[in-house]
């Protein structure tokens, strides 16, 4: 199983970007798929998932109405539109994938992308 994140890039305070994230090796229908991101200094946290059903979307609130995660068709494909950026919102983002039905704790996360880096200029 891989994943493969990109779309990372610098952008300045109120820009938008849009991350992506394929998976391979694996049928991901029935796994949960999310965002991570990780400044430096910092713990890894959450940002937005679909759960195991594909259909169903969490977010954490400091992303809330700004970042939408989409998953067309429940494919092996997610995305993350990230829309009126600030610059606390740089990090490196990880896409990552479990077979649980939901989750938004990292370490219950059994696969991880290499990261794509953010950041947001102010």
């Known amino acids: 199983v891989q994943l493969q994140a990109s779309g990372g890039g610098l952008v300045q305070a109120g820009g938008s970007l849009r991350l992506s994230c394929v998976a391979s090796g694996g049928t991901f229908s029935w796994f949960v798929m999310g965002w991570f991101r990780q400044a430096p200094g910092q713990e890894r946290e959450f940002v937005a998932a679909f759960d195991w059903s594909g259909f169903s979307t969490y977010y954490a609130d400091s992303v809330k109405g700004r970042f939408t995660i989409s998953r067309p068709n429940r494919k092996n494909t997610i995305y993350l539109q990230m829309n009126s950026l600030k610059p606390e919102d740089t990090a490196v983002y990880y896409c990552?994938?479990?077979?649980?039905?939901?989750?938004?704790?990292?370490?219950?996360?059994?696969?991880w992308g290499q990261g794509t880096q953010v950041t947001v200029s102010s």
């Open positions: 990552a994938a479990d077979r649980r039905l939901r989750t938004a704790t990292a370490t219950d996360y059994e696969y």
